[in-house]
T-cell receptor, first 112, second 114 residues
Framework: DADVTQTPRNRITKTGKRIMLECSQTKGHDRMYWYRQDPGLGLQLIYYSFDVKDINKGEISDGYSVSRQAQAKFSLSLESAIPNQTALYFC???????????FGDGTRLSIL | DQQVKQNSPSLSVQEGRISILNCDYTNSMFDYFLWYKKYPAEGPTFLISISSIKDKNEDGRFTVFLNKSAKHLSLHIVPSQPGDSAVYFCAASLGSSNTGKLIFGQGTTLQVKP
C-alpha cells in the first residue's frame, strides 16, 4: 500500500466548479505539503502544514485553500476553478529537518 | 527569478555508460540538496541528498557532487540502465528550517538506450 495516497488520480471539471483534492498518509509525519507542477516546470509549493492548527501559504496559494482534518489528512480545494489551474497536483510528507519529502502519485486536474 | 535551474531539458546515454545530470542554484543560503526521479503517472521518488558540509555522497550507482563555490551540483549514474529512463529533478532547501520548503529545478529527461 502506498504511504501517501491521493484521490482522485484524474479529474476533469468545468470552470467555476468547486473541487477538492484529498491526501492521506500512513507515514506518521507531521509535515504535509501541496505542490503544483505545470508542463516543463518544476514543482511549486501551494500550502504546507505542520499540524492541524498550523497552515501556511506557499509561493502560489492564490485561488487555493487547504484543510488539515487530522495528522494523516490534508485536503486542497479550488473554490472556483479556472482553466489556468489545469496542472498536476502532488501531496508530500516529511518527517523533520534534514529529511526528504515523500510524494504521492499525484492528481491530474483538467479544467475546461 | 528561478533559484534552481536545470539547463538541460533532456539527456540521452547508452546503457552501461555514465549519466551526468547538472543543476545550478543562486541562493547561497541553501544547505540541503536532493535529487528526485519521476516516472510518468507517478509521483517524484527520492533518490539521494547531500548537505552543504559534504562535497560528495554515494548510494550504490548514484553519486551526488556539490560544488558550493560554483553553486553547482551534479548527479552521476554509473552504470546507466534502461530502467533509469525518467525525469530527474534537483531540489534545494534550508535543511535546518522547520518549513522544509523545497525549490525545484525544471527537470531533465534522461533516456538510457539499450
Amino acid at each position: 500500500d502506498a504511504d501517501v495516497t491521493q484521490t482522485p488520480r484524474n479529474r476533469i471539471t468545468k470552470t467555476g466548479k468547486r473541487i477538492m483534492l484529498e491526501c492521506s498518509q500512513t507515514k506518521g509525519h507531521d509535515r504535509m505539503y501541496w505542490y503544483r507542477q505545470d508542463p516543463g516546470l518544476g514543482l511549486q509549493l501551494i500550502y504546507y502544514s505542520f499540524d492541524v492548527k498550523d497552515i501556511n501559504k506557499g509561493e502560489i496559494s492564490d485561488g487555493y485553500s487547504v484543510s488539515r482534518q487530522a495528522q494523516a489528512k490534508f485536503s486542497l480545494s479550488l473554490e472556483s476553478a479556472i482553466p489556468n489551474q489545469t496542472a498536476l497536483y502532488f501531496c508530500a510528507t516529511r518527517a523533520g529537518p534534514w529529511q526528504p519529502q515523500h510524494f504521492g502519485d499525484g492528481t491530474r486536474l483538467s479544467i475546461l | 527569478d528561478q533559484q534552481v535551474k536545470q539547463n538541460s531539458p533532456s539527456l540521452s546515454v547508452q546503457e552501461g555508460r555514465i549519466s551526468i545530470l547538472n543543476c545550478d542554484y543562486t541562493n547561497s543560503m541553501f544547505d540541503y540538496f536532493l535529487w528526485y526521479k519521476k516516472y510518468p503517472a507517478e509521483g517524484p521518488t527520492f533518490l539521494i541528498s547531500i548537505s552543504s558540509i559534504k562535497d560528495k555522497n554515494e548510494d550504490g550507482r548514484f553519486t551526488v557532487f556539490l560544488n558550493k563555490s560554483a553553486k553547482h551540483l551534479s548527479l552521476h549514474i554509473v552504470p546507466s540502465q534502461p530502467g533509469d529512463s525518467a525525469v530527474y529533478f534537483c531540489a534545494a532547501s534550508l535543511g535546518s528550517s522547520n518549513t522544509g520548503k523545497l525549490i525545484f529545478g525544471q527537470g531533465t529527461t534522461l533516456q538510457v538506450k539499450p
